[in-house]
């Protein structure tokens, strides 16, 4: 899990390998992951896009861009928080997410949430 604050915003993800949707001997795994965004800060803001890096277990990164999340622009006055989920295909069992959300205030300053690197990680196998 990652949980970093940038200017009030705090936001905090975690993923889960979903193992009936994976195709191992294809490389192909799929992760779904969890974010909480919460407003810490003393003004409202509202999440106007993503950037998403993912890096498979070879360091090859992939960037994904797009207005908001998962069809929604959030605004959070403070103390608000905004949760969804979302998914991920890999073509490695392990690798990692990590990026940021680009944050306007009601004044129109802008400024890029971080979001903490999190694992994705196909769980060994017990014995």
Known sequence: ????????VQVQ????????????AKQEFFFTYEVRIRNLGSGPVKLQARHWIITDA???????RGPGVVGAQPRLEP??????QSSCPLSTPHGSMRGSFRMVTDDG???????????LSVPEAQN
């Open 1 to 8: 899990m990652s949980d970093t604050t940038t200017k009030g």
């Open 13 to 24: 993800a975690s993923s889960r390998y979903v193992p009936e949707r994976s195709e191992p």
């Open 58 to 64: 070879f360091g090859n990164a992939q960037h994904v």
């Open 79 to 84: 103390g608000d928080s905004f949760e969804y």
């Open 109 to 119: 300053d802008s400024f890029d949430a971080e979001i903490g690197s999190f694992a």
